[in-house]
């Protein structure tokens, strides 16, 4: 019931084009879903995270689709430029019955080609 | 900006060999984390700190790793003896909520058993 489901693995897409990850869960009482952002040989950074509470949330070329009723959420990544490839892992944590431990997803590899 | 540190960024050490890695957390951040990232894969937690106190380590192999944070600001994460399937990155994140909405991670430690 804590796991996370990513899809899909690996994503190539065209420069201008819009990256679409997508993420399913299973245990309700999970209340925030960061996403982030990794390069090779470096540490996850932090990129955009939503609460339940809302359906999205935009910030710049990234917004989080949330879907409550069907417990998945999706990251897009509108005008995906070459600076984007990177490995994407969507995660969720129950905050205040888990202190916060975050559950990831497998993570997707995405490849823009200029 | 402040940033997690960690240190050393690579290892190699030998099977059955001790190694201990660091981590300083972002000033004033009270909740720590040790993750594991094995290559392809999303991170694993396997220690969780609220100030000098272990509030999760469930899945800490405690009969070779052991984690501290003596006064509540740096931790060590240590291993020993260390075993070939130990290889892996190494991720400390901080958070300065105790229900760990926004971790923020550092470089990781990448370790090689040989």
């Known amino acids: 019931q804590q796991q996370v489901k990513q899809s899909p693995q690996s994503l190539i897409v065209q420069k201008g084009g819009i990256s679409i990850i997508n993420c399913a869960y299973e245990?309700?009482?999970?209340?925030?879903f960061p996403w982030y952002q990794q390069f090779p040989g470096k540490g996850p950074a932090l990129l955009i995270a939503i609460r339940p509470d809302v359906s999205e949330k935009k910030e710049g070329r990234f917004t989080i689709s949330f879907n409550k009723s069907a417990k998945q959420f999706s990251l897009h990544i509108m005008d995906s430029q070459p600076g984007d490839s990177a490995t994407y892992f969507c995660?969720?944590?129950?905050?205040?019955?888990?202190?916060?431990?975050?559950?990831f997803g497998q993570g997707t590899i995405l490849t823009v080609h200029p | 900006e402040a940033e997690v540190a960690q240190s050393p960024r690579y290892k190699i050490t030998e099977k059955s060999q001790a190694v201990a890695f660091w981590c300083d957390p972002i000033?004033?951040?009270?909740?720590l984390y040790w993750y594991r990232q094995i290559l392809g894969q999303g991170p694993e937690l396997l220690v969780q700190f609220q100030d000098e106190s272990v509030v999760d380590d469930s899945q800490l192999p405690k009969d070779r790793f052991s984690a501290e944070r003596l006064k509540g600001v740096d931790s060590t994460l240590k291993i020993q003896p260390a075993e070939l399937g130990d290889s892996a990155m190494y991720l400390c994140a901080s958070s300065p909520a105790p229900y760990g909405y926004e971790q923020y991670f550092g470089p990781g430690t990448r370790l090689t058993v040989t």
């Open positions: 245990n309700t009482a999970f209340d925030y």
């Open positions: 000033s004033g951040h009270a909740t």
């Open positions: 995660a969720a944590t129950a905050g205040g019955t888990s202190y916060g431990k975050l559950t």
